[in-house]
């Protein structure tokens, strides 16, 4: 079983900046797609970023140029750095790891992942 332990999470001022982490219980394998998504009061999770085993990224149109993701294998560590925040990226932020390799095209898709983090909240005011 794969533990996610995210952490990073905070309350900022809209332009603000905050950088989210997520560690991994069990050694991190480059074949792992690993990947960040929210969940706002009311809605559903969505994609926010995502990274293949290739090292190559993702991202939702609303945080494209804002936001950027990384992963340190060998820490075990996926990171989340968020930029220029706004109001409306306040909600929970989840991690979470696929045990399977899916399509690029997927990756910001709930289903590609197996696993995920308990979150983190993310509260952007104005």
């Known amino acids: 079983q794969v533990h996610l332990v995210e952490s990073g999470g905070g309350s900022v001022q809209a332009g603000g900046s905050l950088r989210l982490a997520c560690v991994v219980s069990q050694y991190m394998r480059s074949t792992y797609h690993m990947g960040w998504f929210r969940q706002a009061p009311g809605k559903a999770r969505e994609g926010v970023a995502a990274?293949?085993?290739?090292?190559?990224?993702r991202y939702a149109n609303s945080v494209q140029g804002r936001c950027t993701i990384s992963r340190d294998n060998a820490a075990n560590t996926l990171y989340l750095q968020m930029d220029n925040l706004e109001p409306d990226d306040t909600a929970i932020y989840y991690c979470?790891?696929?045990?399977?390799?899916?399509?690029?095209?997927?990756?910001?898709?709930?289903?590609?992942?197996?696993?995920w983090g308990q979150g983190t909240q993310v509260t952007v005011s104005s």
């Open positions: 979470a790891a696929a045990a399977q390799p899916r399509s690029w095209l997927l990756l910001l898709e709930t289903s590609t992942y197996n696993y």
């Open positions: 990274i293949d085993s290739n090292g190559r990224a």
